[in-house]
């Protein structure tokens, strides 16, 4: 990957020059199971890794740089209903993950309809492989 690129999902790629995200929310959840004991406490007994979420959300500015095209192209990532690599800026694989939602907002259009300004919000959640 190049250094101006941010992360790789798929075949989509969120660069500081095109569809930056400005925020990366990553949640981590632990299962651990509950067995009721009489007169104490129950005991609790660690099931292995939970659910794994990440949350990008950013802005584009489509007449800027990129197009108008971005987020759908974020769209026919998700539509392939596939697991998708991700990969971060510094060469660091982070497995599979699948796209959960997308949501789009836009803001001061051009003739045409056409927004000057896009803000996105991706959420992903692991695909959970066997190892």
């Known amino acids: 990957m190049t ?40 005991a609790l007994q660690y099931m292995g890794p939970g659910k794994e979420t990440l949350e990008l959300s950013g802005t584009i500015y489509p007449v ?5 095209g971005q987020v759908d192209d974020m769209r026919t990532e998700a539509g392939k209903g596939k697991p998708l690599s991700l990969v971060d800026g510094r060469g660091m694989a982070w497995g599979k ?28 959640v692991a695909y959970g492989e066997d190892v």
Not at 5 to 26: C, D, H, I, P, W
Not at 102 to 124: C, H, M, N, V, Y
Request: with cysteine; proline share 4%.
């Open 3 to 42: 250094d101006h690129v941010m992360m790789a999902l798929g075949n989509y790629r969120f660069s500081v020059s095109t569809a930056a995200y400005q925020e990366f929310k990553r949640s981590t959840s632990y299962r651990w199971a509950e067995q009721a004991r009489a007169g104490r406490r129950p």
């Open 97 to 124: 993950w699948c796209i959960e939602s997308i949501e789009e907002d836009q803001a001061f259009f051009l003739p045409g309809g056409i927004p000057k300004k896009q803000t996105f919000r991706l959420s992903l």
């Open 64 to 68: 800027y740089k990129g197009g108008i």
